[in-house]
């Protein structure tokens, strides 16, 4: 990163802040029987996927919300959010061209063109206006190959047999209280299918934009790689300012088969709130991968550093023999946020192994939890296990706090676990100094040391944009 | 990872549970020095219940021992041969009667406080963060047990040796200590609880230690597979105090050990070492908590598991540095073994920092015996079964070196032999 | 070289400092002009390291009176990176660890906020890699030190070299090197000194804070200072040096018309 660049980064505010006018349809607040019936009217779904969705809010009826992780936050009002916005632009339009222009013009002001001529060169987009599912790049192009990537709707109306295969079979509907929300209420969100024996040939993403004030995102994704698939799909997420808070209640589901591989990825910057707390998004998302093959593998990568509260713990069933989860996490809070984060790696299966590398920094006022589970079945013979978890205080009004649970019932397994706290040394700082390198910089040259390993599991050019967003965060909160 | 709340208060209109009715029926009348918090105690206990799963603090923790142990004080009955008393060692034998206390003689040193000054200090470290008590806290004082009340100056030169005896009797043993040292004092203390029937020892040591005061303490407990162990350990340290706690646990059908520390000023040295051995149906629970309410304070723990049978073992470990405790110093490692398919292991390390001047390390491991290790050993022509002892028992010396000399007396032969031994 | 003609590069002028509210500098007076090389000598707690880290705007330590003139404009209202960046340059008696920076990274930054400073063109990563190649050579250091973290695991003299490539890099006006030889080797020693004197131009002025002598047989100075309690209480030229290295520093105390004479 350059010194000029380090320096226009950390001279903005949240520059995806813009709210894009554009008429929306949007359903009337509240959810009900008949909401969740509307939805699936209005996606013109298949009754066994109405029927999914009745299920899981039935279910959600008899759930009570969970406090358990002490997250501060007011009571949510599930009767003041709308469930159903989408941008009036009925049909999904076959080419771009036929798109409305504003929202094009709204994913070029996030970086994220979709535009034949701008396309970012090897990453299919798909990118997520509020509700639904505005345009996916380069399908024709994934379609040679047998990939299927597009929005869970269009997948929904032509490839049922897969959605009903696989829905909610990593993540049941009643798993969670938001996830059972999510099943009942989900607008959109991604579908990929890699079939047997295919490498994606390109990097597959996703881009979510909230742009309502009062709706609920509740995205769904499913992401199935057949034996010796492979593919690396990532998810970005900005959201506008608003003095109110929104509710994303996000279901991610992943499943590989044999010698199959995914590689998930997130960057994840949903309007934070301003610096006393107000606003912002909660962020309360279910994602799961299950390795059901055997030598298959699952990776999460993620850097959060939006949201006012972030709840979130990326898992991996490890099923198949020799199967491997990974989990990579930065997760910077500032301000008043709080980020309630980890994962759960389940071992099932014989000789699975999984690391996890989780580095939190926690500035101002703000609290960042690890909160992690390692689970050694009884059948999990020669499993291992290697945790790192490292926290960065900056200044000392910030918490970090770190929960790493480990559970074994396995003697033939490995379990080891690593965490350290540290802070950025005044000698440090003063060494960079003194050798001509601004405060600024200096902080954000170390910071970025930190989650050096991280950073290094992000295809390169988000590596890149993660880098700029840490520095970009952390403007102000030293010093 | 989603539980209920623990809540220590129920809806007013709730059945109190049998178990805790039948003991509180079976109580006498509040005869010690505090009756309206024996009291306070009877009732928060009949709201409370039982401990359940449901409550995070015991989510890993099967209670029905507890339910199975008979609902009355224990009786008091011969005690079984107790081993010689070793050089250099005061030994004292608390069970549960104030008559006993009354008749001993203290070394040089220890004195026995008034009812006055015992009245004002008891319970003084007990609530550090002014929460509802926990329930072995609430079980303890419910059963009203004589105080054990003593005020240490100087340095003792005798190893005070505590000693709980529950025997093969029913009910509930209750056994309560409260020791003030003042600064500069030096006391080492080993507590042994043994026993061998269905009984409950209900044991809560408070320990208030002055300036630059030192309290060695070593806690050996044998129990048997009916046997249940509730102790909490309340201590508050001022700055230059050094505390420094061993424990070794085998053979209770349940075990949960509750180390709470605050360093009041910070400054102070904790140093936390345990062993727990878990064997056929065994439980053995630990839930330390040590929290620095001022700066440069430091934290030793080593926490070590044995795991064999279809033992458990549950390991909680928080540590709590808050903002005005700057440059605090902490480590903790939870080391478990696991030998047997059928054991199992939950370690929950729990960290809480918001100062950001500190070092705060903390390590698991959850493994079997190192192969490597056994293959060198083999490889130098000692069997496999040899190697594994030989092993094992450097695993456990690590904790049993911390204990005073004469503390091998009260442990059983097994840990000086071998894995087999061990399990016995 | 000494030219009384050179023009003045650093002016020190009875300058006081503390640390932790206790006073270490008692009013230190100290002219370097261009082409000079001067060797501040003393025993440990003399304030020879402070005298260091008050040039360079260390924040712990507070000027509490006097004055630094940089080319003659004030230095010590300056932050650290801005001393660095006009050419001060403090070589460090012990280098900090930074882990996860890029050894590389850190080195290019610097560089190229230096070269702004100085009007030259920011050099992209490859001109980067040309030029630290050149001036690994000063060092005779090993290219994979660059992928490593700053310092991180790095030997006492990889730290020391690491410092004089960085000196190399940034090709300050004034250089002072602290305690630059201490934990060194001979080799490292030599290497160290051979950049050093290589750097040393009529145009830049080098003030090295030393125990012992033996890295004065390696750099001659032109003048030598010692310093005790807080103050240079001798000035002379490089046979001063001879004469601590025989005697000791006892005679500094033991001498108190020295003493009266500042």
């Known amino acids: 990163m350059s010194s000029a660049s380090v320096g226009e980064l950390v001279s903005q505010p949240y520059k995806y802040g813009f709210i894009t006018d554009i008429e929306t349809e949007k359903i009337a607040k509240g959810l009900s029987e008949d909401v969740v019936r509307l939805i699936s009217a209005k996606k013109e779904e298949p009754a066994f996927l109405l029927d999914f969705r009745l299920r899981a809010y039935r279910q959600w009826l008899q759930m009570e919300e969970p406090d358990w992780a002490a997250l501060g936050y007011p009571v949510i009002d599930y009767q003041d959010i709308i469930y159903y916005a989408a941008p009036k632009q009925q049909q999904k339009k076959a080419s771009l061209d036929e798109v409305d222009p504003k929202l094009l013009e709204t994913f070029d002001k996030l970086g994220i063109p979709l535009s034949e001529q701008k396309r970012l060169s090897n990453v299919a987009v798909d990118a997520v206006f509020d509700s639904v599912s505005i345009a996916t790049t380069y399908k024709e192009k994934l379609a040679e190959h047998g990939v299927i990537f597009c929005s869970i709707s269009e997948a929904v109306k032509e490839h049922p047999e897969l959605i009903e295969k696989y829905l909610g079979t990593v993540v049941p509907s009643n798993d969670n209280y938001f996830a059972a929300l999510n099943s009942a209420v989900f607008s959109d969100?991604?579908?990929?299918?890699?079939?047997?024996?295919?490498?994606?040939?390109?990097?597959?993403?996703?881009?979510?934009?909230?742009?309502?004030?009062?709706?609920?995102?509740?995205?769904?994704?499913l992401i199935v790689a057949e034996e010796g698939a492979s593919v690396s799909y990532l998810e970005g997420c900005t959201a506008p300012m608003f003095d109110t808070n929104q509710l994303h209640a996000a279901v991610v589901e992943l499943v590989t088969l044999d010698d199959a591989s995914i590689k998930y990825s997130t960057v994840q910057n949903w309007y934070a709130g301003d610096e006393n707390g107000v606003g912002g998004i909660y962020n309360f998302v279910t994602k799961r991968g299950q390795c059901r093959g055997d030598r298959s593998r699952i990776s999460w990568t993620q850097v959060e550093t939006g949201s006012a509260i972030t709840w979130k713990y990326p898992s991996c069933v490890l099923q198949g023999a020799d199967s491997v989860g990974e989990f990579y996490s930065v997760a910077l809070t500032n301000n008043r946020q709080q980020a309630d984060t980890g994962t759960k790696m389940i071992h099932v299966g014989p000789r699975t192994r999984s690391t996890i590398v989780s580095k939190g920094i926690s500035a101002g006022h703000s609290s960042n939890s690890y909160r992690g589970l390692v689970q050694i079945g009884p059948k999990a013979v020669g499993a291992r296990n290697y945790s790192q978890c490292d926290s960065m205080l900056i200044g000392d009004q910030a918490a970090a706090n770190t929960y790493p649970y480990i559970r074994s019932q396995q003697s033939e397994a490995d379990i080891e676990h690593e965490a350290s706290t540290c802070r950025i040394s005044e000698d440090q700082l003063f060494y960079l100094q003194s050798r001509g390198i601004g405060f600024e910089q200096a902080v954000s040259m170390m910071v970025s040391g930190f989650c050096r390993d991280v950073f290094h599991q992000l295809p390169m050019e988000f590596a890149a944009e993660a880098d700029k967003l840490l520095a970009l965060k952390l403007e102000g909160s030293v010093g | 990872m989603v539980a209920a709340p623990l809540t220590t208060s129920a809806p007013v209109a709730a059945?109190?549970?049998?178990?805790?009715?039948?003991?509180?029926?079976?109580?006498?009348?509040?005869?010690?020095?505090?009756?309206?918090?024996?009291?306070?105690?009877?009732?928060?206990?009949?709201?409370?219940?039982?401990?359940?799963?449901?409550?995070?603090?015991?989510?890993?923790?099967?209670?029905?021992?507890?339910?199975?142990?008979?609902?009355?004080?224990?009786?008091?009955?011969?005690?079984?041969?107790?081993?010689?008393?070793?050089?250099?060692?005061?030994?004292v034998v608390l069970d549960g009667r104030p008559e006993t206390l009354a008749a001993i003689a203290w070394p040089a040193g220890i004195e026995v406080l008034s009812a006055d000054e015992t009245r004002d200090a008891l319970g003084r470290c007990l609530d550090p963060e002014g929460k509802a008590p926990d329930w072995p806290v609430l079980l303890q004082g419910a059963c009203d047990a004589p105080v054990l009340a003593l005020r240490v100056r100087g340095a003792v030169s005798e190893v005070l040796e505590l000693v709980s005896e529950a025997g093969s009797g029913p009910g509930v043993l209750p056994v309560r200590v409260l020791l003030l040292l003042e600064p500069e004092a030096r006391l080492e203390l080993l507590q042994v609880h043994r026993s061998s029937g269905a009984n409950l020892t209900s044991a809560l040591v408070e320990a208030d230690l002055g300036a630059g005061a030192e309290l060695r303490h070593g806690v050996v407990a044998n129990g048997g597979s009916e046997s249940v162990l509730l102790a909490r350990l309340a201590i508050r340290q001022q700055p230059g105090s050094r505390f420094a706690l061993a424990t070794v646990s085998r053979g209770w059908g349940l075990v949960r050990l509750e180390p709470r520390v605050v360093q009041s000023e910070g400054a102070a040295e904790t140093r936390l070492r345990a062993l727990q051995v878990v064997d056929e149906h065994q439980i053995a629970d630990t839930h330390s908590r040590v929290r620095f309410e001022g700066p440069e304070g430091r934290l030793e723990q080593l926490h070590k598991v044995v795991a064999d049978g279809q033992g458990r073992s549950v390991f909680n470990g928080a540590v709590v540095v808050p903002r005005l405790a700057q440059r605090t110093d902490a480590s903790q490692l939870s080391r478990s073994l696991l030998l047997s398919d059928r054991a199992r292991v939950d370690t929950k390390p729990e960290l809480e920092i918001v100062a950001d001047d500190v070092r705060c390390a903390h390590g698991a491991t959850v493994s079997s015996l190192q192969e490597d290790e056994l293959f060198y050993l083999r490889s130098r022509g000692i069997g496999a079964a040899e190697a594994a002892r030989l092993l094992l028992r450097g695993y456990c010396q690590e904790i049993l070196g911390d204990f005073p000399a004469g503390a091998a007396l009260w442990q059983a032969p097994s840990f000086s032999g071998g894995p087999e031994e061990i399990r016995r | 070289m000494i030219r009384p003609d050179a023009p003045v590069l650093l002016e020190i002028r009875d300058l006081h400092a503390s640390v932790a509210d206790q006073p270490i500098l008692h009013g230190v007076n100290l002219t370097l002009r261009a082409g000079e090389i001067h060797a501040v000598m003393g025993r440990n707690g003399s304030g020879k390291s402070t005298l260091s880290k008050v040039l360079a705007g260390h924040p712990a330590y507070t000027v509490t009176g006097g004055s630094v003139l940089y080319k003659g404009a004030d230095l010590l209202e300056l932050d650290p990176e801005q001393r660095a960046r006009i050419g001060l340059f403090l070589g460090f008696q012990y280098p900090v660890e930074i882990p996860g920076v890029s050894n590389l990274e850190f080195l290019r930054v610097s560089t190229n906020a230096r070269r702004m400073e100085e009007g030259e063109e920011e050099l992209d990563t490859f001109a980067f890699e040309d030029l630290v190649n050149e001036k690994l050579q000063v060092v005779q250091m090993d290219p994979a030190f660059l992928e490593r973290s700053v310092n991180e695991g790095f030997s006492?003299?990889?730290?020391?070299?690491?410092?004089?490539?960085?000196?190399?890099?940034?090709?300050?006006?004034?250089?002072?090197?602290?305690?630059?030889?201490?934990?060194?080797?001979?080799?490292?020693?030599?290497?160290?000194?051979?950049?050093?004197?290589?750097?040393?131009?009529?145009?830049?002025?080098?003030?090295?804070?030393?125990?012992?002598?033996?890295?004065?047989?390696?750099?001659?100075?032109?003048?030598?200072?010692?310093?005790?309690?807080?103050?240079?209480?001798?000035?002379?030229?490089?046979?001063?040096?001879?004469?601590?290295?025989?005697?000791?520093?006892?005679?500094?105390?033991?001498?108190?018309?020295?003493?009266?004479?500042?």
């Open chain 3, 156 to 262: 006492g003299g990889e730290k020391k070299r690491n410092e004089i490539l960085q000196m190399a890099l940034l090709e300050p006006v004034v250089a002072i090197l602290d305690e630059t030889d201490s934990g060194l080797d001979i080799d490292a020693l030599r290497i160290v000194a051979g950049g050093v004197n290589h750097l040393a131009g009529p145009d830049n002025a080098t003030l090295l804070i030393t125990h012992y002598q033996r890295l004065l047989d390696a750099i001659t100075p032109d003048y030598v200072h010692v310093m005790a309690h807080g103050r240079i209480l001798r000035t002379g030229g490089k046979e001063l040096a001879l004469e601590l290295e025989q005697r000791g520093y006892d005679w500094v105390d033991a001498e108190p018309a020295v003493l009266e004479a500042v």
């Open chain 1, 189 to 221: 969100g991604s579908f990929v299918f890699i079939p047997k024996g295919v490498e994606c040939p390109m990097e597959l993403s996703t881009y979510f934009r909230i742009n309502s004030g009062d709706t609920g995102q509740f995205e769904r994704t």
């Open chain 2, 15 to 91: 059945p109190v549970h049998p178990w805790v009715a039948a003991l509180l029926g079976a109580l006498p009348a509040p005869a010690g020095l505090r009756p309206e918090i024996t009291l306070s105690a009877r009732a928060a206990l009949a709201a409370a219940g039982l401990p359940s799963r449901r409550q995070d603090d015991w989510r890993f923790t099967d209670t029905a021992p507890i339910a199975a142990v008979a609902p009355q004080l224990l009786a008091p009955e011969a005690l079984p041969e107790l081993p010689p008393v070793a050089e250099g060692h005061h030994r």
